[in-house]
């Protein structure tokens, strides 16, 4: 079946612009994650959806970044007025939250901010 | 506050013997475990997980054990192939999973043919 698919796979932006990111998950999952991966970093996590609700948002680094799901299906990863500290690689995951709770990762996108 | 260690940044191992990647963890709540694997421009790939009721799974190739009095776990492959050069995150869970997941930095390991 269809994995995790993200896109774009990569975004050039100017610092100062806003860029969206799309996540799409696999088909059922109900959970769905964002992290990002900064160079030379681990992975970072940015918010968690549970159905369309955001129940864990502490990872969010400034009101600069929001994230909203809808039925129950994509989201969209949207950070305003980009800085140059915000490049990297940013990763969503789903998973099914029944009996096994393994997060199943897209393949990213890798986002400049020039 | 890193909550998930990995102190080795690097690993090279000969074909057939065993890999043995380390992970440390100082959050008491953790009881969730997961090791993922990740190759140059891919999303990471789930490898083998265990509960914090467990002391070992295995799967395959792969084992996992975990000894929660030291809060360190640590991934064996045997015998390591050349397709498993990759780089390896151990990554932690509360509420036997079903949260975020907390990464190490990574392991990079090297099999040498």
């Known amino acids: 079946g269809a994995g995790v698919s993200q896109s774009p796979s990569n975004k050039v932006t100017e610092k100062g612009k806003d860029v969206e990111l799309r996540c799409d998950p696999i088909?059922?999952?109900?959970?769905l994650y964002w992290y990002r991966q900064r160079l030379g970093q681990g992975l970072e996590f940015l918010i968690y959806?549970?159905?369309?609700?955001?129940?864990?948002k502490s990872g969010l680094p400034s009101d600069r970044f929001s994230a909203e799901r809808t039925g129950e299906s994509v989201s969209t990863l949207t950070i305003q007025r980009t800085q140059q500290e915000d490049s990297a690689v940013y990763l969503c995951?789903?998973?099914?939250?029944?009996?096994?709770?393994?997060?199943?990762f897209g393949p990213g996108t890798r986002l400049t901010v020039t | 506050d890193q909550q998930v260690k990995q102190n080795s940044p690097s690993l090279s191992v000969q074909e057939g013997r065993i890999s043995i990647l380390n992970c440390d963890y100082t959050n008491s709540m953790f009881d969730y475990f997961l090791w993922y694997k990740k190759y140059p421009a891919e999303g990471p790939t789930f490898l083998i997980s265990?509960?914090?009721?467990?002391d070992k799974n295995e799967d395959g190739r792969f084992t996992v054990f975990l000894n929660k009095s030291a809060k360190h776990l640590s991934l064996h492959i045997v015998p390591s192939q050349p397709g498993d050069s990759a780089v390896y995150f151990c990554?932690?869970?509360?509420?036997?999973?079903?949260?975020?997941?907390?990464f190490g930095t990574g392991t990079r390991l090297t099999i040498i043919p």
């Open positions: 265990i509960s914090s009721i467990k």
């Open positions: 990554a932690a869970s509360g509420n036997f999973g079903n949260e975020k997941l907390t």
């Open positions: 959806f549970q159905g369309n609700s955001a129940p864990d």
């Open positions: 995951a789903s998973s099914f939250q029944g009996d096994s709770y393994e997060q199943y």
């Open positions: 088909s059922g999952h109900t959970a």
